[in-house]
Each structure stands twice: as structure tokens, then as C-alpha cells.
């Protein structure tokens, strides 16, 4: 069923489990995941919250693919229940290596998921 599937894929998700790891061999290979950079915040904020660390041990270090909510509760931010109706939205910004290959980076607004990939693709 879809629906459950995307159920389990979400709560999966929602607490940082990432698929691709597949054991020893894994780590060695050149395409798991290495994050470079990750910041939180307004995309002109002066000091984004860097979440690197955290999200490179929910990642794992011999994922090749990696998905987890952009929220304040991920990046370990409190938003002391402060909610303000304009400006700029927060965003999780996402800077990783494949290997050595290639250098990628992506974006998701705060409570969207960040998807990261080291998959080949056809």
C-alpha cells in the first residue's frame, strides 16, 4: 500500500535513519556519504547553526543515501516559541561529497526533508 509505505518511509525519516549502508565494504567504497557543511538559519543569516556533526552521525558514515527532517528540533536550535508572520523562512543547507568525486549541495526550507544521494545514477 503507498500510503503505509510512505507512512513507515516518513517516520524512518523523521528520525534520521538513512538506507544504502551495506556493512564493512560500504565504508571503503568511494561513493557514502561525507558531509562538508551544514547550516540553519535565514538564507542571509549572520551566524546559521552549524549541524555538520550531528547530521553526518544520522547519516552514518557508509550511507549513500540519507534523509532527514530540516526542522529546529534536528538541528538542535530552540525557537523559544517565537513564531513571526514575515521574513525570510529558515532553510537547512547541505554541502557533501561523494567519495572524492563529486561535491554536491542542496536545500530544504525548515520542515521539509533534506535528501541526500551518492547513488550512480543511469
Same mark, same amino acid.
Do not use: H, W
Given at each position: 500500500?503507498?500510503?503505509s509505505?510512505?507512512?513507515?518511509?516518513?517516520t524512518?525519516?523523521?528520525?534520521g535513519?538513512?538506507?544504502?549502508?551495506?556493512?564493512?565494504?560500504? %565504508?571503503?567504497?568511494? +561513493? &557514502?556519504?561525507?558531509? #562538508?557543511s551544514a547550516?540553519? =538559519? @535565514?538564507?542571509?543569516?549572520?551566524r546559521?547553526?552549524n549541524?555538520a556533526?550531528?547530521?553526518q552521525?544520522a547519516?552514518?558514515?557508509?550511507?549513500?543515501?540519507?534523509?532527514?527532517?530540516?526542522?529546529? %528540533?534536528?538541528v538542535? +536550535? &530552540?525557537?523559544?516559541? #517565537?513564531?513571526?508572520?514575515f =521574513? @525570510?523562512?529558515?532553510?537547512c543547507?547541505?554541502?557533501?561529497?561523494?567519495?572524492?568525486?563529486?561535491t554536491?549541495v542542496?536545500d530544504?526550507e525548515?520542515?521539509?526533508?533534506?535528501?541526500?544521494?551518492?547513488?550512480?545514477?543511469?
Amino acid at each position: 500500500m503507498k500510503t503505509s509505505a510512505f507512512l513507515v518511509g516518513s517516520t524512518l525519516a523523521a528520525i534520521g535513519l538513512c538506507l544504502g549502508a551495506a556493512g564493512p565494504a560500504a %565504508a571503503e567504497g568511494p +561513493r &557514502s556519504i561525507q558531509i #562538508v557543511s551544514a547550516l540553519y =538559519g @535565514p538564507p542571509d543569516a549572520i551566524r546559521p547553526v552549524n549541524f555538520a556533526a550531528r547530521l553526518q552521525q544520522a547519516c552514518g558514515d557508509a550511507a549513500t543515501d540519507c534523509q532527514v527532517f530540516c526542522s529546529n %528540533a534536528f538541528v538542535g +536550535r &530552540s525557537d523559544g516559541g #517565537v513564531r513571526l508572520p514575515f =521574513g @525570510p523562512r529558515a532553510i537547512c543547507r547541505v554541502t557533501y561529497r561523494c567519495g572524492a568525486e563529486t561535491t554536491l549541495v542542496t536545500d530544504a526550507e525548515k520542515n521539509e526533508y533534506i535528501v541526500l544521494s551518492c547513488r550512480a545514477r543511469p
